[in-house]
Structures are given as C-alpha cells and as structure tokens.
Nanobody
Framework: QVQLVESGGGLVPAGGSLRLSCAASGRTFSSSTMGWLRQAPGKEREFVAAISWSGGSTYYADSVKGRFTISRDNAKNTVYLQMNSLKPEDTAVYHC????????????????WGQGTQVTVSS
C-alpha cells in the first residue's frame, strides 16, 4: 500500500514559479519510478514528468521540457516538481503517482495516485 499526498499548489501569475511536493508512505517508494500527471477542466489526464527510483533518469512531456524539473529525496520519501516560467495552459490539478508497468508517459501505467493539488496560472 502506498499513500501519496501532494502540496504546494496555488495561484500564480504567468511567468511565475511553484514547487510541488509529494510525500509518500510505504516501503516501495524508494524502489519505484514516480510521476507527475495533470488534468485540466474538460481535458484528459496527461503526463508531465517522471523520475526513476534512483533519480538517475528523468522524463518530461514536450510541453514542459526546459521549464519543469522533477526530483526526489528517497530519505524523505518525497518527490518534487519545480515549475518555472508558468503559462496559463499549465493550469490544472497536479497529481503524483507511482509507476507500476508500461510506458511512463501513459496514465494507465500508474497504480497509486494522490488526491492532487490545484495550480492556477493567471494571464
């Protein structure tokens, strides 16, 4: 069993920054690839970023590459998403999730999900 709790969302102007955190409980965290996915109103959930268990490999959606950075601290059981140069189209509920199997860029590949944190970017 894995429990995930996100925090750090909020309202920021375009061009601003936010840092999201995802605190995990459960013994499998440090051996799991973790991801951030988001869902905007009226849209399907989409992949944002993922990080391997060691932190040695990271993956990003083209829409956030160069602006977002995913990282993790296994000693703290926490995954982070640093978001810079935010755009109004980044507005969504951001979820962290544990990768189970399959392509890391597909939401169906993740088995445990947090409740999400709202990010709103004003224009």
């Amino acid at each position: 069993q894995v429990q995930l709790v996100e925090s750090g969302g909020g309202l920021v102007p375009a061009g601003g920054s936010l840092r999201l955190s995802c605190a995990a409980s459960g013994r499998t965290f440090s051996s799991s690839t973790m991801g951030w996915l988001r869902q905007a109103p009226g849209k399907e959930r989409e992949f944002v970023a993922a990080i391997s268990w060691s932190g040695g490999s990271t993956y990003y959606a083209d829409s956030v590459k160069g602006r977002f950075t995913i990282s993790r601290d296994n000693a703290k059981n926490t995954v982070y998403l640093q978001m810079n140069s935010l755009k109004p189209e980044d507005t969504a509920v951001y979820h962290c999730a544990r990768h189970a199997s399959g392509p890391w860029y597909t939401s169906a590949s993740y088995d445990y999900w947090g409740q999400g944190t709202q990010v709103t970017v004003s224009s």
